[in-house]
């Protein structure tokens, strides 16, 4: 097995010096950081990670926009190839020149390698996102199930309160009458 590679070196040594009165103002990395500030509460984790869900929301139609670009421009390489073929075609067939012929062949040939390295680019792209795509559900559902387990709680909690509140009230009832 090959040792991972650590994207973020020393992450856990980031200051926690930061103010958490504006969440949506604080950079990616300090987000990630709210959930350890020495001052957060529930409340603070919460907007931390709305705002953080926000963010990458964002930034994957963005690098989906890129992708749909690269399809356009791969589409516009096609017919341009496609284009010199035609006239390359007709060249060769009115008997032009050798340079001229040589010329068409090498600007085909440029724009034949730029057409694959454009395919290459929105395959990787379109993987990145799938991948992208696929983690982001599975974070979804590990929210959504940490959603129910703190709705949970919050119901024992108030039966709880609830039970105290009651055998209170029934002591001071008991106090009274006696």
């Not at 590679?5 to 103010?19: A, D, I, K, W």
């Not at 085909?108 to 559900?137: N, Y």
């Amino acid at each position: 097995m090959e040792p991972s590679v650590e994207l973020y070196p020393h992450f856990e040594g980031s200051s926690l010096r930061f103010s958490l009165n504006n969440i949506p103002s604080l950079p990616s990395y300090q987000l990630a950081l709210v959930q350890y500030h020495p001052s957060s509460t529930f409340y603070h984790q919460t907007v931390a990670r709305n705002e953080w869900k926000r963010r990458r929301t964002e930034c994957l139609a963005k690098m989906e926009e890129g992708a749909v670009e690269k399809e356009e421009e791969l589409r516009r390489l096609t017919r341009y190839k496609e284009k010199l073929d035609k006239d390359s075609r007709r060249m060769i067939d009115s008997s032009v020149g050798t340079e001229d012929r040589i010329y068409s062949q090498q600007d085909f040939a440029g724009e034949q390698s730029r057409t694959s390295e454009a395919r290459e680019e929105v395959r990787s792209l379109k993987a990145e996102l799938e991948l992208e795509r696929s983690k982001r559900v599975s974070v979804e559902a590990k929210w959504r199930s940490d959603a129910a387990r703190h709705r949970t709680e919050m119901v024992s909690l108030r039966n709880r309160v609830s039970v105290v509140s009651c055998n209170v009230s029934l002591n001071v009832v008991l106090f009274c009458y006696i």
